[in-house]
């Protein structure tokens, strides 16, 4: 299954010379915690909770003067759609992310995966195969 049916489609996203208070309103917009970089279509970065606390609460800095280019994480670690779950989820693990953004061949952005969307879906698919075993044990009576 694609990933990008999944993600966040279109993904929040943010120039670079956006300011930090900005970002921080697009992430509220849309209920993420992270928002993609992106300049002149090409993703430069990703920017999240963690760099709010991080690069600019823990330094001081003023979210209205301080630009997203400045303290975003760049570059992003990103995933491809042709990637499979179970990959994402183990990169994401491994590299102690919570978002991905999906990019295509050119590196443009096409989405951006939470572990979140990750396990939700994952959540859903088990109480479907949870659902369908129940069905298949209650229907098989004596001698079936």
Known sequence: MSLLKIASVP???VAP???VLEAVEVMAEHGVGAV??????QLCGIFTERDVMLRVVLRHRHPKDTHVGDVMTSPAETITDESHEEDALVHMVE???RHLPIVNANGQLSGMLSIRNLLEHRV???AR???SLDQYLSNDGPGG
């Open 129 to 131: 195969e949870l659902h």
């Open 95 to 97: 590299r102690h992310v």
């Open 36 to 41: 993609a970089v992106v300049d002149n279509g």
């Open 11 to 13: 993904p929040a996203a």
């Open 124 to 126: 859903d698919e088990l």
């Open 17 to 19: 010379n956006a300011t």
